[in-house]
């Protein structure tokens, strides 16, 4: 799933390219990908309507359209914005799912292999509602040791799964989860409120180094992302831990443990390293 480098970057590139762009078009393939808008509507309030900027919240690609509306896309697991000038790849065509016509003869296009993503078309005050449901953004000044003491202190659960939780803190998905909290020495599995102040203000740096480095990269491909130029990241020759369950921890030498015991979801660490 595209987390907060992923869509920061293709939120980036989109702002550049298509600041001023002027959508004169749109197509749904696949009506199944739409939420808060019917297909003949949002080709109806995105006729003639220009590109304000481009921007991310959380693990959403917004884009503020000079209407008033926004476009909001959430790529989940293989979903993906792309830019088409004429030069997009066959093997993307199969899977486009929304397709904007610009004035200047370029497309863009949702991607989306298994239909898992969304996109939307909401007004000022049902973008306000949604965004403002969401957590505190790790790389804004104001997510500080004190501030994610804060969001773990008194819980129970798992800090993997709390960093994890977008009403808390938005764009940590499972591989910077998995990163953060090898780079912190923390055990995925450790409570929230058993974190001492130490603890805390380690994994808060460790959180925003690993995204600001991932972002640098432009983020990592390990199955389907692609920014919008249909690119792959570099961030995964830098992973440590996720997905190397098996394999020696980088900084110890100890065998990578790999379990699905948090929430279901892919935990590799280093018992020796991260210790409880």
């Known amino acids: 799933m595209p987390e907060l480098p992923e869509t920061e970057t293709i939120a980036r590139d989109l702002d550049v390219a298509l ?5 004169v078009g749109a197509v749904v393939h696949r ?3 739409l939420r808060e808008v019917a ?3 949002l080709a109806r309030r995105t006729a003639e309507v220009a590109i304000v900027r481009v921007w991310r919240r959380a693990k959403l690609v917004v884009l503020d359209l000079a209407s008033g509306d926004r476009l909001v896309v959430q790529p989940r697991f293989t979903g993906a914005l792309l830019l088409d000038e004429g030069d997009l790849a066959e093997r993307e065509r199969p899977y486009l799912r929304v397709s904007f016509a610009l004035a200047d003869g370029r497309q863009l296009h949702y991607r989306d292999i298994r239909c898992l993503g969304t996109l939307a078309l909401m007004g000022p005050d049902r973008f306000a509602a949604y965004v403002g449901a969401l957590g505190v953004e790790p790389l804004d000044p104001a997510f500080t040791a004190a501030h994610l003491s804060a969001l773990v202190r008194g819980s129970r659960q798992a800090v993997k799964k709390l960093l994890q939780d977008q009403r808390r803190l938005v764009g940590v998905g499972n591989i910077y989860a998995n990163e953060s909290l090898w780079r912190a020495r923390l055990l995925p599995a450790r409570s929230g409120a058993s974190l001492r102040p130490a603890e805390v203000r380690r994994l808060r740096d460790a959180v925003v180094g690993v995204l600001e480095e991932s972002i640098a ?3 990592t ?5 692609v920014d919008a130029r249909g690119q ?3 961030f995964v020759d830098r992973l440590a831990v996720y997905g190397r369950a098996g394999e020696p921890c980088p900084r110890c030498g100890t065998t990578l443990v790999g379990t699905h015991a948090i929430d279901g979801r892919s935990t590799v660490y280093c018992p020796t390293c991260q210790k409880p």
Request: aromatic letters at 10%; hydrophobic letters at 30%.
């Open 19 to 23: 600041r001023g762009a002027v959508i």
């Open 31 to 33: 009506a199944d990908v």
């Open 39 to 41: 297909p003949d509507e």
């Open 217 to 219: 990269l432009r983020g």
């Open 221 to 225: 491909s390990f199955r389907d992302y």
């Open 232 to 234: 792959r990241g570099g």
